[in-house]
């Protein structure tokens, strides 16, 4: 293989950083191997499903597996950059870097010119009694399991830790059907983006401030656990415990970056805890202090993806230039301005603080506030209302808006502003928005109705004219709206627009669907519930009495007095014959259940 | 137009019996023909009762060939029919009751059945809900038990429609069409079916059917009523019967009592509506034996034909006037628990000219020629 005679660049780890780092390195035309450990590259990409922040050069509002696939397949069609996977860098050694292929358990030894590290992080672990136990797991490992391989880890789960990771796994396990029970945090404020924050409060999950785990309860496996509320300075305060029933306890603590091999390369490290631990020292280069060896990505300091292959790019045009190849000077200037663009913002602050540690001078930048324009003087119109609360670095609002009415300008981190004048209500804005904090309203003023369109993640999706609940801002139910119409275009988020009653167009953020809880019971004598009633319609019991024969509905006390209609309803919705054309089919004396007693001792005296 | 090798008119457990046999050897060109919905006649209406204590040694064996099959039901099917063998109890209250009892047993057990004879001390011990005053002995079998007439029905039709078969409910058989003795085809109210063999498993309207081929089949359809108790625990394993004080009852999976008797004033009819007078015949009676009903709710009273033969035995045979005209008919309110041993005979017959696992040749039609010897395990 030609990586073994003339290889230029090693790059170990294959994701964000690493892949963004072969490209550009690839690019000017050197040999590039990619180690990566996984059976597929793309490092954390591929089990990211939420879509990205950013700016949409760089693969904002793109869900993070497509991101994936959109890298690898630049990598594919470069002869000159090849990935090897199921493989790890073991260390880095003065005669070379031995790489492990773990499949057929041999190790090669190879002599790159250029090393850029991009070996990520791994998760921070919390110390509780019996977190040894089998249902206790790592964020990262929750991911892996249900958005890589399907699985689901549990049924009932608790979160610790808000963060971002914490806040959208939460998010991620109730799309896969999952009960979040709570989400947990040690501090008096969520970590996470408000606009993950206000994605999972909106199903409905509560969120624990000044709390965390005290242990883990189970003989073999995870069966509750138990919490407490901790005081100022972080200690648990005795007596104020709370119990959970759970079979998942799953930890979203926060990362730390993964520097081993900077250190063994000779590279210098230090304990920055604003960037998540030990990590190396480098020039805005990404160049650490062994010379030949670069890094990029959460390595270097923990933050997310955007930023990660931004890093990438920079190191491998770096090591390119390093090795004597042409490069885009002008493209390198520009990626560190965006960087710095990028870590503007109050979101960014703590990354500012470790970075300023390290030696940098970073720019903060003031924002601008809210639009003056009103929307309540638009009334009546279909438009947007933007709920993105905080700065952070975002603009495909911006950029997909067709006419412009949109605004976040120069500064990436700053809020956007609308004008309402120019907004046609075409909606786009509400399906590209990552944050999922776009919605649309609109009021009809002939009557107390309002329609409201709600970016909704959940299969399956509901359909026209289906009757949904509609939630409120902490996932409370406030009433039940018809679904008036659902967009569903390509990798654009999906809105669902519902009719509501005017009052609720302020907090109404969300919807549920009606039937298909395991508990809609249609005949509450035999439960028997309208998952029942619809799987056997499926199975071809098309006749009242055939499922009343196959499911015993209506063979109770009440003898089918609340569960006939709604079941010849069910049967009407899916079979589309009308109820007044459907046989409804016996009714069986006595209309009430009368014992043996009242009928025989009744008889005497009527003889 | 539509066309098939086999019609079968009737979409109760007979008829959904032969069409899943017959698919399984390997005809699975089949229409059948339901006018209602499935089990919506004499099986969706029976007690679910299956034995195989009888006084006729043929029927003793077509009905332990039913047990066998209905033991590998759920795993052939794959659909659970609640089947439950907690066994028969048949109460003697009279002299003549127990040697009736003594003389079936001993046929039985040289059947090889698992039947015998059990003293009132014994059944006290035993089925401690009985009020035992007046009983003699009893005759038990504890291989016998009962299942869920309906799923049994469905399964079967779902079963032959994997296979191939086409189950046409709410279509009704309107004619027979016979040219020389020969047939042609049916006449539906959906429309005709091409076939040149067809199966009358029309149980309570097994004489209809019969003649819409020119066929005069002896049987003639009785009202029997049946009602349900609301579900209390598991507390009785065995359906218990007695012909002398003319009653059968059991307990279903769901924890319901299912209960009836026979009438003697009944006249042949169609006439599917309950009566009063039943109802207070048994709510008045059954309590002197199972004193724990007098408390108990009646919650569902209907009623249902028995499609009854001259010697109460049923009629599988096919016509030697129409050819290719099959029968299996006049069950007498037992088609329930034989259905599967039937079904099974009958697609042999049709596949192979002949049956495999069991005789059924002492069912034919000729039979009545010589005069009648009736069946008397009856209710």
């Known amino acids: 293989m030609r990586y073994l005679t003339e290889l230029h660049v090693l790059i170990a780890g294959g994701g964000p950083a690493g892949l963004a780092a072969a490209i550009e390195a690839g690019k000017s035309g050197l040999n590039v191997l990619v180690v990566d450990e996984g059976i597929e590259p793309g490092g954390q990409l591929v089990k990211q499903t939420h879509k990205f922040f950013g700016n949409e050069n760089f693969y904002a509002s793109v869900r993070g597996f497509d991101i994936a696939k959109e890298l690898l397949k630049e990598i594919s069609n470069m002869k000159n950059v090849e990935i090897l996977t199921e493989s790890t860098v073991i260390g880095i050694y003065d005669k070379g870097v031995p790489v492990l292929h773990r499949e057929n358990d041999e190790v090669e030894l190879l002599k790159p010119e250029r090393i850029i590290l991009a070996t990520g992080a791994s998760e921070k672990f919390l110390q509780f009694e019996n977190n040894d136990l089998p249902g206790v797991y790592g964020a990262g490992a929750v991911q892996t399991l249900m958005n890589q391989y399907g699985i689901l880890p549990g049924e009932n789960i608790l979160m610790i830790g808000s963060g971002n990771i914490g806040l959208i796994v939460s998010y991620q396990l109730e799309q896969a059907g999952a009960n979040v029970k709570a989400i947990v945090e040690a501090a008096d404020r969520i970590g996470g983006y408000e606009v993950h924050a206000r994605k999972a409060k909106r199903l409905g999950i509560p969120m624990l401030l000044k709390h965390t785990i005290k242990k883990a309860l189970g003989g073999n496996k995870v069966e509750g656990a138990v919490i407490t509320e901790v005081d100022e300075n972080w200690q648990m305060i005795a007596g104020k415990e709370k119990e959970f029933v759970v079979d998942t306890i799953c930890i979203a603590a926060g990362l730390t970056p993964s520097v081993e091999l900077v250190s063994q390369a000779g590279g210098n490290i230090r304990y920055i805890p604003e960037l998540g631990g030990y990590v190396p020292e480098r020039d805005n280069d990404m160049r650490t202090t062994a010379s030949n060896v670069f890094v990029a990505g959460d390595v270097s300091g923990i933050e997310e993806a955007t930023t990660a292959m931004i890093e990438g790019k920079i190191a491998g045009l770096n090591a390119a230039k390093d090795l004597s190849r042409k490069i885009d000077e002008k493209k390198l200037g520009n990626l560190k301005s965006q960087i710095e663009n990028f870590r503007s913002g109050p979101t960014s602050q703590k990354v500012r603080q470790g970075l300023q540690k390290l030696g940098f001078t970073l720019k903060s930048e003031s924002f601008t506030k809210n639009s003056d324009d009103n929307i309540e003087k638009y009334e009546g119109k279909k438009r947007p209302v933007i709920e993105c609360p905080e700065p952070i670095p975002c603009n495909p609002c911006e950029t997909s808006c067709p006419v412009g009415a949109i605004t976040v300008g120069e500064s990436i981190n700053s809020i956007p502003t609308i004008n309402y004048e120019k907004c046609t209500g075409c909606g786009i804005c509400v399906s590209k928005c990552p944050g999922l904090a776009i919605f649309m309203i609109q009021e009809l003023l002939d009557s107390e109705k309002a329609i409201i369109g709600i970016p909704y993640e959940f299969l399956p999706l509901p359909q026209k004219d289906e009757s949904v609940y509609v939630l409120s801002r902490d996932g409370e139910i406030l009433e039940t709206g018809k679904i008036t119409q659902v967009t569903n275009f390509g990798n654009k988020t999906p809105v669902v627009y519902v009719k509501i009653n005017r009052g609720y167009i302020k907090t109404a953020r969300h919807i549920k669907p009606v039937s298909h809880s395991k508990n809609d019971y249609v005949c509450r004598c035999e439960e028997i519930t309208v998952e029942d009633v619809e799987k056997a319609i499926d199975e071809g019991y098309t006749d009242f009495e055939e499922l009343r024969r196959y499911l015993r509905i209506a063979m109770g006390p009440c003898g089918g007095r609340t569960c006939r209609l709604n079941t010849l309803k069910i049967l009407s919705k899916k079979t589309g014959i009308p109820v007044e054309k459907l046989d409804p089919g016996n009714f069986r004396p006595p209309s009430v259940p009368t014992t043996f007693k009242a009928i025989s001792e009744g008889s005497e005296k009527n003889e | 137009m539509n066309k098939a090798s086999v019609v079968i008119i009737g979409g109760g457990i007979i008829g959904t019996s032969i069409a899943y046999h017959l698919c399984k050897n390997g005809i699975t060109d089949i229409v059948l023909l339901e006018k209602d919905y499935l089990s919506a006649g004499s099986t969706g209406r029976c007690g679910g009762g299956i034995r195989q204590q009888w006084s006729e040694r043929a029927n003793v064996r077509l009905a332990m060939r039913s ?6 039901y759920s795993e052939e099917i794959g659909l659970d029919i609640e089947y439950y063998q907690g066994g028969y109890l048949l109460l003697a209250f009279t002299d003549e009751g127990v040697e009736l009892f003594e003389s079936n047993v001993k046929l039985q057990q040289e059947e090889g059945l698992d039947v015998k004879l059990l003293t009132k001390k014994e059944i006290a011990e035993k089925f401690s809900f009985i009020n035992t005053s007046g009983v003699k002995a009893a005759a038990f079998c504890s291989s016998d038990g009962h299942a869920n007439p309906h799923l049994a029905t469905m399964g079967y039709a779902k079963a032959a429609e994997n296979l191939g078969a086409n189950i046409m409910t709410r279509t009704k058989a309107i004619g027979i069409d016979v040219i020389n003795n020969k047939i042609q085809g049916v006449n539906t109210d959906k429309g005709y079916i091409k076939t040149g063999l067809v199966i009358n498993a029309a149980g309570g309207y097994s004489h209809e059917v019969g003649q819409m081929a020119g066929v005069d089949l002896p049987t003639e359809s009785y009202r029997h009523q049946i009602f349900v108790t609301e ?149």
């Open chain 2, 67 to 72: 047990v066998e099959l209905f033991q590998k």
């Open chain 2, 231 to 379: 579900p209390v625990e598991h507390i009785m394993d065995p359906l218990v019967i007695s012909f002398e004080n003319n009653f059968y009852i059991r307990q279903t999976k769901a924890g319901n009592f299912v209960m009836g008797q026979s009438d003697d004033d009944e006249k042949p009819s169609h006439n599917e509506n309950p009566g009063w007078r039943f109802l207070i015949e048994m709510t008045t009676k059954m309590p002197k034996f199972f004193p724990f009903l007098k408390q108990m709710r009646v919650l569902r009273h209907w009623a249902g034909l028995y499609n009854m033969s001259p010697d109460a035995l049923p009629i599988i045979d096919k016509s030697t006037t129409i050819s290719d005209f099959y029968y299996a008919v006049g069950f007498s309110g037992h088609g329930f628990m034989l259905a599967p041993a039937v079904g099974e005979a009958m697609a042999e017959w049709i596949a192979y000219g002949k049956t495999r696992k069991v005789d059924i040749s002492n069912l034919n039609i000729k039979r009545f020629a010589k005069g009648v010897t009736r069946e008397k395990n009856v209710v």
